[in-house]
Structures are given as structure tokens and as C-alpha cells.
């Protein structure tokens, strides 16, 4: 089991909705910005959603702003990705995410995070 873990994935029709999980450590889950990315095949990989340590504010990528919602379970070590208007470009695999502390600049880079889950597939057929 690794530090990050998803769950979720799926096929969906065009228009409809998936909610995506990610589960850590307490510990991790209490000192990181916890955050969503996705890469598409022959695409490179790019911020969808997250939520800052420092400010505690979500963040979310152009395109899926008003589709997407992140939360978090404080209670459960976890934040979910609810994706609502899936349209075929939202598919990909999509990674969770772990930065320590992290910030609402630092959010959006994906080089500056800790630790990466498996990955889980979202596939939007039309």
C-alpha cells in the first residue's frame, strides 16, 4: 500500500459525473496540499484541482471550474474529486497527490510534490 491511494475511476458517458477518492496517512493528510492531476495519453501531465496547506482555500484549473469539486474528510485522511459534465477531453488518468506544507503558488507544479498515487482511469466516451 503506498502513501497515497485513489479510487473511483471509471467509464462514463458524455455529461455525466464520477466522484474520484484519495486516501493517506493522518499524518501526511494533516501537514500537505492534498491535489488532483491528470494526464491524458500523448499529453503532458496538468493540475486539475487541490487544496493549499497554507491557505486552506481550494484551486482549480480553468476548465473544470464550475464541473469539478474538490472536498476533503478531515475524519477519513481524504479529499475527493467529484467531476460532474464529463466531456471526452476529461479523459485521462487522474493522480492524487501529496505536497508537504505547500502553497497556493507551489500548488499548481507538479514537480514540487511528495507523494503520487497509482493513478486511476477516467474514460469519457461520447
Known amino acids: 500500500q503506498g502513501e497515497v491511494e485513489e479510487s473511483g475511476g471509471g467509464l462514463v458517458q458524455a455529461g455525466g459525473s464520477l466522484r474520484l477518492s484519495c486516501t493517506t496517512s493522518?499524518?501526511?493528510?494533516?501537514?500537505?496540499?492534498m491535489s488532483w492531476f491528470r494526464q491524458a495519453l500523448g499529453k503532458e501531465r496538468e493540475f486539475v484541482a487541490g487544496?493549499?496547506?497554507?491557505?486552506?482555500?481550494?484551486y482549480y484549473q480553468d476548465a473544470v471550474k464550475g464541473r469539478f469539486n474538490i472536498s476533503r474528510d478531515n475524519a477519513k485522511n481524504t479529499v475527493y474529486l467529484q467531476m460532474n459534465s464529463l466531456q471526452p477531453e476529461d479523459t485521462a488518468v487522474y493522480y492524487c497527490?501529496?505536497?508537504?506544507?505547500?502553497?497556493?503558488?507551489?500548488?499548481?507544479?507538479?514537480?514540487?510534490?511528495?507523494?503520487w498515487g497509482q493513478g486511476t482511469q477516467v474514460t469519457v466516451s461520447s
Open positions: 497527490a501529496a505536497q508537504t506544507f505547500g502553497t497556493e503558488y507551489s500548488i499548481y507544479y507538479g514537480g514540487e510534490y511528495d507523494y
Open positions: 493522518e499524518h501526511t493528510f494533516s501537514r500537505s496540499t
Open positions: 487544496f493549499s496547506w497554507s491557505s486552506s482555500k481550494p
